[in-house]
């Protein structure tokens, strides 16, 4: 099981680990709707594109590893593509910051806060995804409770 631990009080950039080793970093741009996920072997960008049905790209290099597309900008659903598998990622409940991870509409993880205060999650995805995936499908979680934290503002 990872957990995300954030680098300081004023960012959502964190450190990825399993137990107390630290597996990869994942990064927020300041202003676009970008990031990068970052493994000891590998450096992988995230970008942004649409407007009514957004959808982010999980690039290494140039070669596009998978995206994540979102139903429409106002439901906080995403049906994610990577290889050649599909999965999608949406909330436990309405009005919950716990997602869940399916696959043919069954579920096989989750990724919910550590305490209601925190930006700390923790992330029981199948040891079997490749950690990049696993970082991919962390950073979009996050990146939705940014959304909702900056929605408060």
Excluded: H
Excluded at 30 to 56: M, S, V, W
Excluded at 62 to 67: K, S, T
Excluded at 136 to 152: A, C, D, I, K, P
């Amino acid at each position: 099981m990872l957990k995300t631990i954030p680098k300081s009080l004023l960012t959502w950039n964190c450190d990825l680990k399993d137990n107390y080793y630290t597996v990869g970093n994942l990064e927020f741009s300041l202003f676009k709707k970008t990031g990068k996920i970052i493994t000891p072997n590998f450096e992988y960008r995230i970008r942004y594109k649409g407007l009514l049905a957004p959808k982010f790209f999980l690039y290494n290099s140039d070669f596009r590893l998978g995206y994540a597309q979102q139903l429409n900008s106002l439901v906080r659903v995403f049906n994610l593509n990577y290889g050649q598998n599909k999965y999608q990622l949406k909330p436990a409940s309405p009005l919950s910051k716990k997602f869940i991870l399916q696959q043919k509409k069954r579920t096989i993880g989750e990724i919910y806060p550590k305490n209601l205060l925190a930006r700390q999650a923790i992330i029981d995805l199948p040891t079997n995804l490749p950690l990049e995936f696993q970082g991919f499908v962390t950073w979009m979680v996050l990146w939705f409770w940014r959304q909702g934290e900056r929605n408060l503002t």
